[in-house]
């Protein structure tokens, strides 16, 4: 039972470079979610899902670009990164709203 | 808005020893959810403990329990004969309804350091 997988683990990006972080899950859920961590602060939620075909605009989404064409699947595009960007990036699925999430293991991306 | 505070940033404590993590939070809701989040060092977070505020009962899981205050609007996460791998940082969420959907409100966190 692989839960919530991230790709990369490590990234680090030159300014104005894009790339996607890839996030699959095997639980079948339904909701979705990307956040980032600054260090010493909490989560702060980028986009998230709540179905395929459906995604919306969290607390912090400029820069930032999502889709969800597959339930298992939401990849989180950076465009354009700038160092404002460095952070720790978590995927997480739920099967509703108001249950437990369930993370992958982070991508710690830095931007040069 | 609906506002999730831990005043404690740091903690520490010896192994064996019970620790008390607290969390406050602000919401005009009658219904929400509340969560603890642990984060070890190794970074994937997981679920601790889980309470729904209709429920008057404090919710319980081994030697994690809460303290659930409703009126006062407090949720403090009680860790009894505390372990080495209960070093991590600490996480209170809320869930609620703002406007029409649900939201999903973070603390910055505790750091809990267990020490031998």
């Known amino acids: 039972n692989a839960g919530v997988t991230q790709t990369p683990k490590f990234r680090i990006l030159k300014i104005g470079q894009s790339m996607t972080l890839q996030c699959a899950q095997d639980?079948?859920?339904?909701?979705m979610y990307w956040y980032r961590q600054d260090p010493g602060m909490g989560l702060k939620l980028i986009y998230y899902?709540?179905?395929?075909?459906?995604?919306d605009k969290g607390e912090v989404p400029n820069g930032y670009n999502v889709s969800r064409s597959t339930t298992e699947d939401f990849p989180l595009r950076l465009e354009l990164a700038a160092p404002s960007q460095t952070s720790v990036y978590f995927c997480?699925?739920?099967?509703?709203?108001?249950?437990?999430?369930?993370f992958g293991e982070g991508s710690r991306l830095t931007v040069l | 808005a609906q506002t999730v505070t831990q005043s404690q940033p740091e903690m520490s404590v010896q192994e064996a020893e019970t620790v008390t993590l607290s969390c406050t939070y602000d919401?005009?809701?009658?219904?929400?959810?509340l969560f603890w989040y642990k984060q070890p060092p190794s970074r994937q977070m997981i679920l601790v403990i889980r309470?729904?505020?209709?429920k008057q009962q404090n919710a319980t899981e081994n030697r994690f329990s809460v303290n659930f205050q409703k009126a006062a609007k407090s949720f403090s996460l009680k860790i009894s004969d505390s372990q080495l791998g209960d070093t991590a940082m600490y996480f209170c969420?809320?869930?609620?309804?703002?406007?029409?959907?649900?939201?999903?409100?973070w603390g910055a966190g505790t750091k809990l350091i267990i020490k031998p």
């Open positions: 639980m079948n859920h339904n909701y």
């Open positions: 309470q729904e505020a209709y």
């Open positions: 969420a809320f869930v609620g309804r703002a406007d029409s959907n649900y939201q999903l409100i």
């Open positions: 899902s709540v179905g395929a075909g459906i995604t």
């Open positions: 919401t005009s809701e009658s219904n929400y959810y």
């Open positions: 997480a699925s739920s099967y509703r709203l108001t249950g437990e999430l369930f």
